[in-house]
């Protein structure tokens, strides 16, 4: 559930964070604790509508942009600013579902393995590189064509992982996702060293 932005002014409650009270048009300054979900009026989930996502972005920009408020009094410049940096900090991180889910992961307290090389895949790269020392420049397409159809996989593998989100056990939604994106980030490397080397 989105958190709520009490206005101090008239006491009015929101359904959602937003910078100006929609009763008396006061400022409403962002609360201690927040989430760029909160920011940006979205339920935590693994996919957005982008749509949707660059609308309200658009929206708050407008609102909150720190040139419109030049000749404000100073609390109000303030306020504008801490909401426009941090709108745009929240679209940044969301419109993209790697770093979404990478955030997602952050706020549930999940380990980012990305530092670890998947073992299976390392292996079969050392074993790629003693093929290539003994010249054996054909298994270099044979493998590039296994990390493509291994890439394939996972992409279409992505819209199921993020349908089976569920608020309600976030944790055990995000566990088979760090592992996918640790894969993935490993698999993009190697195409592009791969295709580097190919190109050479």
């Known amino acids: 559930m989105a958190l709520r932005s009490p206005c101090k002014q008239c006491g009015a409650q929101s359904a959602k964070l937003q910078p100006r009270c ?3 048009e006061a ?34 920009s407008r609102q909150t942009h720190p040139d419109r408020f030049a000749n404000a009094p100073g609390l109000e410049q303030q306020i504008a ?23 997602l992961m952050e706020l549930h307290g999940i380990a980012d393995s990305s530092k670890g090389v998947p073992l299976e895949l390392a292996e079969s790269y050392f074993d790629l590189q003693d093929r290539l020392a003994e010249g054996e420049t054909g298994s270099l397409e044979a493998f590039a064509a296994d990390l493509r159809a291994q890439h394939a996989g996972l992409e279409a593998e992505w819209e199921r992982l993020q349908s089976a989100w569920d608020p309600s056990a ?20 190697m195409l592009h060293d791969i295709e580097k080397r190919q190109a050479s």
């Open 22 to 24: 929609a009763q008396c």
């Open 27 to 60: 400022w409403i300054d962002l609360p201690t604790a927040y989430t760029h979900f909160d920011v940006l009026g979205f339920d935590e989930t693994l996919k957005l509508d982008a749509e949707a996502l660059r609308e309200r972005f658009y929206a708050l």
């Open 81 to 103: 600013a801490r909401w426009s940096t941090a709108v745009n900090r929240a679209y940044q991180t969301l419109r993209e579902p790697t770093s979404l889910a990478r955030y």
């Open 170 to 189: 976030p944790k055990k939604a995000l566990e088979p996702i760090a592992k996918h994106l640790t894969l993935r980030r490993f698999l993009d490397s």
